[in-house]
């Protein structure tokens, strides 16, 4: 099978597609042959080991894990020893290790069901990027309907979700972006879009139940501003300064995200796709041979939704 290499932290340039060994399916797993995976900012920071924090998870002078992606959707192609929930034909997604490649091995309690009403392509733009809007917004920012909601980010892969989301439970949203994306943050159901290039969210006067940025450019004390008495701000945008300023100040209207991959999650994202709530933004599709450009792509900050590498 073709799979990406990664020897050692550095630019998209340090990544090869080599011809490597299918993975065996060990007990309890299922061998998956991998339709489409996603980029996430996640694979551009591992890649690079920047933060030099996040080598102490990932190997301190090399990667520890050689094949890089996590987003991922396929079909079931064997299954192990004492698997009971997928049979092979079954089609699934899911985050785990190594999903820039052909095959991946994974634990058969990790994946979910693939929405019967998307492609591959969508429902691998889903895991990581949904799980964090849905996470952020129902169990860190307790959403409920009615509220007033800031996505700050709107456009991006968490954004694109976490407006869908917010709508899904009944919120009053508002999306910031960038020109060029207002009309795609209004179509994904925004109540109103704000241009920051035009107008500054934190001084316009608006005030909100629940603020989830994804961006993380404005100052803490610029955001918990626009919080209405009992407000949160959550946020998925780490910095050292903020996580020191966290910290240290401990405020109570202000959460950090940091994703659990829960399969009960995806199948929550499954049943809103299927009801038609939610739909996968997809901004480019790159083949495997291409994954120095999209991650390239995504480095740059300014994806519209998700970019898919097609395998
Ligand atoms: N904590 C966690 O567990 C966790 C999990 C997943 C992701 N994250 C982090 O969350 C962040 C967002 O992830 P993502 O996948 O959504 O990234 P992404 O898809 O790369 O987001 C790009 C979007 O950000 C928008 N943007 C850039 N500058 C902006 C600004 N000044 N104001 C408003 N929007 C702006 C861009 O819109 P324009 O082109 O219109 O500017 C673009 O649509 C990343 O830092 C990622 O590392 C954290």
Excluded at 80 to 96: C, H, K, M, N, R
Excluded at 125 to 138: D, E, F, K, S, Y
Excluded at 257 to 263: C, G, K, N
């Amino acid at each position: 099978m073709k799979a990406v290499i990664q020897e050692k932290y550095g630019s998209p340039e340090v990544l090869e597609i080599r011809e490597m060994a299918k993975p065996a399916v060990a007990p309890g797993n299922v061998l998956v042959r991998v339709r489409a995976a996603a980029v996430n900012p996640y694979d551009w920071h591992v890649l690079r080991g920047s933060p030099f924090l996040v080598r102490i998870a990932f190997g301190l002078l090399r990667p520890k894990q050689k094949t890089p992606g996590r987003d991922w959707a396929g079909t079931v192609e064997a299954v192990g020893e004492a698997v009971t929930l997928y049979q092979p034909g079954d089609e699934v997604f899911g985050i785990s290790a190594g999903a820039f490649a052909e095959y991946l091995c994974v634990s058969e309690d990790r994946p979910a069901p693939k929405p019967a009403n998307i492609t591959h392509e969508e429902a691998a733009a889903v895991p990581m990027a949904a799980l964090t809007a849905l996470q952020g917004l129902r169990d860190k920012g307790r959403i409920q309907p009615g509220h007033r909601v800031l996505i700050n980010g709107a456009s991006g892969g968490i954004g694109t979700f976490a407006v869908q989301i917010a709508k899904s439970f009944g919120a009053n949203v508002t999306g910031v972006c960038s020109t060029k994306n207002v009309e795609l943050v209004a179509s994904l159901g925004a109540d109103r879009v704000i241009d920051y290039r035009h107008e500054d969210f934190t001084r316009n006067g608006a005030r909100y139940d629940l603020a989830l940025d994804t961006v993380g450019n404005r100052s803490l004390s610029d955001c918990q501003r626009i919080l209405a008495p009992n407000g949160v701000y959550v946020t998925a945008a780490y910095s050292l300064r903020r996580m020191v300023w966290q910290a240290v100040r401990r405020p109570k209207n202000v959460a950090g995200i940091y994703t659990q991959i829960r399969r009960e999650d995806l199948v929550v994202m499954k049943e809103l796709m299927e009801a038609g709530k939610v739909r996968p933004v997809i901004d480019r599709r790159y083949p495997l041979s291409e994954i120095a450009e999209a991650i390239r792509y995504v480095e740059e900050g300014h994806a519209r939704g998700k970019v898919i590498i097609t395998i």
